[in-house]
């Protein structure tokens, strides 16, 4: 009885003192001037407070910023706030169990000053208790003008230090801007000014820590959020890497290469030798077309090199490019019980078929590995290349799909033999892209060899002859280079995009139609506009819109479809300022350069739709 009344009673004056704290002392330091623009995060956490304040958008400004409240203050005041808190919460859980109760209030007052919380919680009378504040609230504002002062000293260095992206600490070269350290088996974020043992490992993924924007603010004072919500920043730098591999052609189904087995390990690396001393197995998933004109070459393969394997045959066209496909490829992986560390899946075929493969891998246990055999000029240069994968979805293109990159893209020209001429020109166009935007060389070596390229499918005319796999490297390198910086389309400025402006749409509108289009096609006809553009805003002259428009037309892909309206074009055009919030029209900028444009006039379109009609229409 007398152990419960003096509870109450110490419950109290901590609830009193609480109070008396928030509406008088704390108040008192909000009443400071501001110091410095550092909110609330650079008070926690003074070092990296400075970047993130100026890295961050302005909808997630926290209300210190927006009051111009200073840090310390805010400290102070939740400290105040903190302490009302623990009274009232103290007082309410007197008959239920207090220890439990409090402990989110002390972990969250913990983040200003664990000492000065114990310290207070373990005061025995109201002198005692007042004495301590007062010595926590000295202690305080010595400790908060400090951060204060090294706040403004931050924000100060703020130029140099966005530059590093690094906080100021004396471990700047080994934190390599992480600030997460393993040691102890386990890894601890360490904060600025705490150090972790010599030993430690330290990562350069990093977490930082704020109060939530979402805290509730003191009924006092609106602009004072409590202590309790936090929010974490996690920036984790996942490493995405895969390999592009060239073999020589006709070399990748003979099994005295080992390039499908082994290829997407580094040469020589540890991975390489221990798959290389262990019985191998591989599920292959092989468009059907290709598997009537390679299949048998592909078993033998297999056979030759004691792989166990399976194959699967399936219909990859465009109209198959479905869900249902991609889970029966998910079915299959899941019966063949693939080790997903160690048995990456192959996908032999065009487009359809790797974009399929890529997405049921992305699926299949969140990320299995898996090889892309590109078989088709357009998916050597193209679809083989990036991180993308997907399916069509409720009649949209790739409506689902994920980036995920392969373990390698293994290249071998031969496959394109047994293709269409048609369909080789239509991967031409795709390479014509890449040198109008990127490369000069691959320009005139388009310019010069590309009717014979088609032709003969790539086939060089002699040993000597290496115009076939220079414009293919030249194609493959030049679009890694606008791939691997972007890889997840972050950025909507993509030189790659040239041609696909409305191309897509052009192809679209095109389908089923006496007209009908192929994608390298209607992305043709898109760079012949927008090349006729670039000349009429001035971004190459008359004799380079005539080479470029020459060259195309070289490439035995179409400049001009009856489709392009005007009223196609300006439908597209809206779609295009739609999906990628602005026009971000790639052009030309001379042969072999790339520039983004953003503000074209309706003028300016329609000059060069006039022009167009003039140059292009037969
Ligand atoms: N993921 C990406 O980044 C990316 C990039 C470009 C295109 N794509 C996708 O790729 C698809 C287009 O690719 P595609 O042009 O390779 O078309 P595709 O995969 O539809 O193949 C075209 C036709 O050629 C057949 N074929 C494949 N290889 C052959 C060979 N060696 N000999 C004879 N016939 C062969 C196929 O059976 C099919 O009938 C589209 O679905 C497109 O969305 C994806
Ligand atoms: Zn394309």
Redesign the pocket.
Known sequence: MVRSFSAIAKLGIFLGVGIAWSAVIAPAFVAKPPQGGAGLEAGTDAGVGGLRGSQRPDWRKTRSEGTGTPTAQLGLAALGVGLVALGTSAAKVRLASPARHLVPLKDSLKTYDAAAVRMAEEAADRKTLQKTLEEVSESFKRKHENIDKAAAEASMRRPILEESRTPATTKVEQRAGGNLAQYDDTWHIVRDGETAPASATWSNCRIDTSTSEYAETSTANASVPCSGPRAWMSQSLIPLDYRVVEVPRGKLLDPACDALIFGHLPFGSPERQAAEGKAQRRLVVI????DD??GDKVRAYFEARGVVHEIMRL????EE?SMENTLRVCKKMKEFNIDRRTEPVIAI???????VV?LASSLFRRRTPYIRV??????YV?????????C?FCES??RL?TYVPPAAALLDSS??????KR?IA??VS?MAKMSLMKSKELFHLLKDNAPRLVETRFEPRDASDDVPERVLRLSIETMLEELTPNLWEHSLDRLVDFGHAVGQNLEMKALGTEHEL???EAVACDMAYMSVLANVLGKITAEERDSILSMLRTCQVPVYSPFFTREFFREAMEDRVQNSMGQRLPLPAGIGKGCVVNDVSDADFEKAFVLYEELCKQ
């Open positions: 468009d059907e077309t290709v004109l390679y219909p990859m066209v465009e490019k075929g065009g487009g359809v078929c790797l974009d890529g590109p078989t088709t000029s357009l998916a193209d679809a083989s290349v990036g991180a993308k994968n997907g069509n293109k790739n799909g496959f394109f033999r047994t293709q269409e369909d239509n991967g795709e192929m994608h390298g």
